[in-house]
């Protein structure tokens, strides 16, 4: 389950965010950088409030790479008892005996290491690995200049897919944030990331420096399924299955479907089962129609909608995995994906191949699936059991 990280700075924004739903409370200060530590009177103040009614994370600062440094900044703020630790970690020749000398601590405490995408190309490929030996709790992605760009605006959504699987194969808790917005939301769900994390998304303005606002903080909140008192039977996507206003209310039913689409998606794909199409990339021409289940008459934000970038997203995903023999094989992976959003009903997918002929050549496929009955048959078996923990012990609320 994906739980929704809100970070705030002292007890008053704590108090918003835990009466709209946050799963865990995260305390950092904005003035003073990324990774900005709030003064331990605050951390202990918001400590008193919460009272262990949702699992409690810090920002240790953005600290130099100096391990000595390192270890007495999270020994004092272990102290506090908090629940997770959050460690920023930027590439530097120092940052092997950073790691090193919080072994000791890792033992007793949920130490969660932060990762830059704006420095991601400069961390050694074995980063993960090396926290999971270390005894780390978690790993998080997160940008350290903020002015510099958005989290999507160095990572494609792909490689954050590829990093949430790399944490996961080493049984870590996996975190992303960076900026984020609520188009995003939808977009990063369908990784399965352990905790998405805010802060500006809850301010007024989008400003990660305003205070917090609780009609912000509710908007995202309606994005993340809840997970209080529920768990997904095997084989069922919760996070799209209970997500909020994924379903008609029933005081608008009947309210038929929409489409959404995607035209003219071009994008470099291994494909071919000829010897001379292996080893290298030829563009393909994507065409995506979707009939959507509307939810509202007057869709007004995000949770309304099942947004194209799902689709582009998805595409991008799939390409990534490598060679496809067949345009078939490609278009039907492509509508499955499609149809994994239970609000989907039926689906077009073209794939053309623009570079065997003076013409294109493909395969159009259509694929349905009648949800509106499923779905509620579904989320009856949804409620009848129980959410668990995320990867290490994750917490829930």
Not at 38 to 53: N, P
Not at 337 to 358: D, M
Request: aromatic share 6%.
């Amino acid at each position: 389950m994906t739980q929704m990280l809100a970070s705030v700075r002292d007890r008053q924004e704590a108090e918003i965010v835990f009466l709209n739903g946050a799963d865990i409370i995260d305390l950092k200060d904005p003035a003073n950088g990324a990774l900005g530590a709030v003064e331990l009177s605050k951390l202990l103040e918001v400590k008193d409030y919460i009272a262990g009614r949702r699992p409690l994370s810090a920002a240790c600062g953005d600290l130099p790479m100096h391990p000595d440094t390192i270890r007495s900044k999270v020994e004092e703020i272990a102290a506090t008892g908090i629940d997770y630790l959050k460690v920023g970690f930027f590439p530097n020749a120092q940052l092997d005996a950073c790691i090193e000398v919080l072994k000791p601590l890792a033992t007793h405490g949920k130490l969660i290491a932060v990762l830059f995408a704006d420095h991601v190309a400069e961390y050694d490929e074995n980063l993960v690995e090396k926290l999971a030996a270390a005894g780390f709790h978690g790993v998080m992605i997160d940008t350290a200049e903020k002015a510099s760009g958005r989290l999507l605006d160095h990572m494609t959504p792909d490689q954050i897919g590829h990093f949430i699987k790399e944490c996961h194969s080493h049984e870590l808790m996996c975190g992303v944030a960076g900026s984020l917005e609520a188009p995003d939301v939808p977009r990063l769900l369908a990784f399965k990331p352990d905790f998405l994390g805010f802060r500006g998304a809850l301010c007024a303005g989008l400003s990660r420096n305003s205070p917090v606002d609780a009609q912000a903080t509710a908007k995202i909140r309606g994005l993340i399924p809840e997970t209080e008192g529920l768990r997904a039977p095997p084989g069922v996507d919760y996070k799209l299955l209970a997500a909020r206003a994924y379903f008609p209310d029933p005081a608008e039913a009947g309210l038929g479907t929409d489409k959404i689409f995607v035209r003219d998606f071009v994008v470099p794909v291994q494909i071919g089962a000829y010897s001379f199409e292996h080893g290298k990339s030829q563009k393909v021409r994507f065409d995506v129609t979707a009939d959507v289940l509307r939810v509202t008459r007057n869709p007004e934000d995000m949770r309304h909608v099942v947004s194209y970038d799902l689709i582009m997203d998805g595409i991008r995903a799939i390409v990534a995995q490598g060679h496809v023999e067949l345009a078939e094989t490609l278009a039907e992976q492509v509508a499955a994906l499609v149809l994994e959003n239970p609000r989907v009903t039926r689906v077009v997918v073209r794939a053309e191949k623009l570079e065997l002929g003076p013409g294109g050549v493909g395969v159009e496929i259509e694929r349905k699936n009648d949800m509106r009955n499923s779905a509620k048959s579904r989320q009856g078996k949804a409620e009848q059991v129980h959410v668990h923990g995320g990867r290490k012990g994750g917490a829930s609320s």
